[in-house]
Every structure is written in C-alpha cells, then in structure tokens.
C-alpha cells in the first residue's frame, strides 16, 4: 500500500483523517514549532525539582529529538536556574534558549545576562486573576506590558508576550490590551495561555484566530494545561488555527494535571497531520525515560507512547496477531520505538494466550492440558485481581503437564 495514513512497520491510522472535509479543518497554516518548557513548567510539577545538571542532560536530549526551542527555567528562581539556564544557553548555540519572566525589568536583565535569545514574559489577563489574586485592570497590564516589551527588545532579545490565563479573560479587556500593545510596544509573539485547562479545543482556535485579528497577524503561541484531558486537542486545534508555535512539556509534567505532552504532540504532528517536522521519533523514548527517572514521576502504566502496558493485550480476543501483525491490533507498531506487543496472562485471557506462553517457556501440551491451564491461570487472574507474571504460569502449567 502507498497511504499516507499507512507506513509498514510504522503506524495504520485512520484514513478518514486525510477526507477533504477533516483535512480543511485540520491543515496547519505553515511552519509550526514546538516551544518545550519542562524545565520550567514542568519542573513546577508539586514534588519535582530538577538540579542544574538535569537540566543540561534533559536540553541534550531535546536537542538529540530535533526540539530546539528550549525555555530553560526563570533566572529570578534561585542561582541554580540562573546556572542552568546559562549554560544550556551557551552549551546548544544551535537552540533558541528561552527565559521566562514576570513582567519586571530586573528579570529580563537576568535573562539578558544568561546569553538567551528571548524571554516568555508572564503577566495576568484572566479575570478572576485580575479580580481576586491581584486587583489590576486591565490598564494595568497594558502599562506593565508595555514597558517591559519594550525594554527586553531594546536588550537585544526577542519578546514573546504571555498574557496567562487568557481563557478565562473578558473579552473587552484581552482586546484592549492586545489593541494597546500594538500601538505602543508590539512583542515578536503573543500567547494564547490555557492556565487553567478549561478551554474546549474549538475555543483555543477562537482565540488564535482572534488574536492574529486584533495583532495584525503576529506570531501566536498556544500553551495549554490539561485539567479537563484537552492539553493537545487544544494544541492541534490550536494549529489548524493558525497557531505558528506549541508550548510542551515531556511526559505531560506540569502544574496541576500537566502541559500538553511533547511526545504525544509530536506523534500528533508527525503521524496524523502528516507534517513535515524535525522531530526525530526514535529519539523519544530515552528523553522520556531520562525526564521519568529525574523527575520522580512515573508516567500512568496506560499513558500514550511512555506507558509501560500501552502495546499489552491481556483479552485473547486477537492476541496471536499482537506479535504477527501488530498494526492490526494497534494504530503504531511497538518496533517504530524499539519495544514489542506483549501477552498478559489474566482473567480474560483465551487459548492462544496460554499456547504463546507455553511456546515461550518451550513447553507443549495436549487441547486439554492447556484447557486446564487456562481455567486455572482466570482463576488465578480473578484471585489476585491481577495479572500473572511467567513465573506463576510454569507453576500452573507444571501442576497440569504432572497432572
């Protein structure tokens, strides 16, 4: 076959995607770049703290995967990032090194003295943030925007304006200030920033759109949160929208519930909108790792592309084809990244679950036999309301090949 939603070996994924219809929605606008921030975001994960060397060993492996886009960490936190983010910034000439910022002059000093390119500089739009957490309007904003776009371009580094909780603005103040913006201090980007993770994907594209129209096309950057399970829907709509960069952190780390996940967007981008990206797939699985072992984290056993059970089948329904013909059973072949179908022994599985398992331990034994073995391994399964390890099944099968 020559499918584009077809690669032997690689992935079978659906090819309604590619229908005139679905492809008019989805079609990115141009050249669209990842923009990775767990060495910030994703270290302000509760509980997880990255040493400057992580943070060193987690930008080579970015770089390694084709991300070079890398916020390395805010300068105003402590020494420790400042060295970080100074040495990924000299150490990768060939990354844009980002630093984030709040919207105060000393911080964008810090990020100048750090040898970034830019800095992501931070402040409020969301109403309840203007209301509750800071009594500003948004005048406010606008007049510390204003100053501090303007200073850190006049320093030599590129602004990427990062009006936070920009989903959960008015929508008279988030024009007003992007209005002012462009009359007095016009940033090389502007974030549409899904703080809280509340935006349905369709919203996101709204207000990719609408701010392209209130700046005059700027660059948008999109930056989402994944408290309702939409971090990348968001960033995909995001894209088909016109979004010309997406914010990520590996393994989906975070505040809260997580950013939208780089290794899931970079499947996304690569596979199902068939972009033409840098981003290298075989590289993915040791950043992952490295980043699951530093943070502490473990990734959830299901989670897409990371998760250890994510190409295990434990239903016997099919299992033989797990290992024949993989594509059959799952929209990506294991082997595209190094690892393989696997067969679990449990309450459902069937037949051919117990012959794969006999077969691997080199064992044979008559339809009855294996009958037997698999009555006792659902029994088994249904005991420890789990799975079984191979262990437990040459006990069982010895028991009925004496038997």
């Known amino acids: 076959m020559n499918l584009s939603y077809y690669k032997e070996n690689a992935w079978w994924v659906s090819p309604f995607n590619e229908t005139g219809p679905v492809r008019e929605q989805t079609q990115p606008a141009g050249h669209v770049e990842i923009h990775d921030a767990t060495?910030?975001?994703?270290?302000?994960?509760?509980?997880?703290?990255?040493?400057?060397?992580?943070?060193?060993?987690?930008?080579?492996?970015?770089?390694?995967?084709?991300?070079?886009?890398?916020?390395?960490?805010?300068?105003?936190?402590?020494?420790?990032?400042?060295?970080?983010?100074?040495?990924?910034?000299?150490?990768?000439?060939?990354?844009?090194?980002?630093?984030?910022?709040r919207a105060k002059t000393q911080d964008i000093d810090m990020a100048r003295d750090a040898g970034v390119k830019g800095v992501v500089i931070e402040i409020p739009i969301g109403y309840p943030k203007l209301k509750y957490q800071f009594g500003w309007t948004w005048e406010h904003v606008l007049e510390k925007s204003v100053d501090c776009i303007n200073y850190a371009r006049s320093q030599g580094l590129k602004a990427v304006y990062f009006p936070y909780d920009t989903t959960r603005a008015r929508a008279e103040d988030l024009e007003k200030l992007l209005t002012g913006l462009m009359q007095s201090a016009p940033p090389d980007s502007v974030g549409v920033v899904d703080t809280m993770g509340c935006a349905l994907p369709q919203a996101v594209a709204y207000l990719v759109r609408e701010v392209k129209r209130l700046t005059n096309g700027l660059p948008v950057e999109v930056h989402t949160h994944n408290d309702f399970g939409l971090a990348v829907a968001g960033e995909l709509a995001g894209i088909a929208a016109g979004a010309d960069v997406v914010h990520t952190c590996v393994n989906g780390l975070g505040e809260r519930t997580g950013n939208a996940a780089l290794e899931e967007m970079i499947l996304c981008m690569n596979i199902l909108l068939e972009m033409?990206?840098?981003?290298?797939?075989?590289?993915?699985?040791?950043?992952?790792?490295?980043?699951?072992?530093?943070?502490?984290?473990?990734?959830?056993?299901?989670?897409?592309?990371?998760?250890?059970?994510?190409?295990?089948?434990?239903?016997?329904?099919?299992?033989?084809?797990?290992?024949?013909?993989?594509?059959?059973?799952?929209?990506?072949?294991?082997?595209?990244?190094?690892?393989?179908?696997?067969?679990?022994?449990?309450?459902?599985?069937?037949?051919?679950?117990?012959?794969?398992?006999?077969?691997?331990?080199?064992?044979?034994?008559?339809?009855?036999?294996?009958?037997?073995?698999?009555?006792?391994?659902?029994?088994?399964?249904?005991?420890?309301?789990?799975?079984?390890?191979?262990?437990?099944?040459?006990?069982?099968?010895?028991?009925?090949?004496?038997?």
């Open 39 to 101: 060495l910030r975001d994703g270290e302000q994960t509760p509980g997880v703290v990255f040493s400057a060397e992580d943070k060193v060993r987690i930008a080579e492996k970015l770089v390694e995967a084709g991300v070079t886009r890398i916020e390395a960490g805010m300068p105003a936190v402590s020494a420790e990032d400042r060295r970080a983010i100074t040495e990924i910034a000299h150490r990768f000439p060939q990354a844009q090194v980002y630093a984030f910022a």
């Open 276 to 403: 033409d990206t840098p981003y290298r797939l075989d590289r993915l699985g040791e950043l992952c790792a490295l980043v699951e072992k530093l943070s502490g984290v473990a990734a959830a056993p299901n989670k897409p592309f990371v998760g250890a059970r994510n190409y295990m089948r434990e239903s016997g329904i099919g299992v033989d084809l797990v290992r024949s013909c993989p594509l059959a059973m799952f929209a990506t072949d294991p082997a595209l990244f190094g690892r393989s179908g696997e067969i679990a022994l449990g309450k459902k599985s069937g037949k051919a679950s117990v012959q794969y398992y006999l077969e691997r331990c080199g064992m044979t034994a008559t339809d009855e036999q294996a009958a037997e073995m698999l009555a006792r391994v659902k029994a088994r399964g249904l005991e420890k309301r789990g799975l079984l390890d191979e262990a437990e099944f040459r006990e069982i099968a010895a028991a009925c090949l004496g038997a």
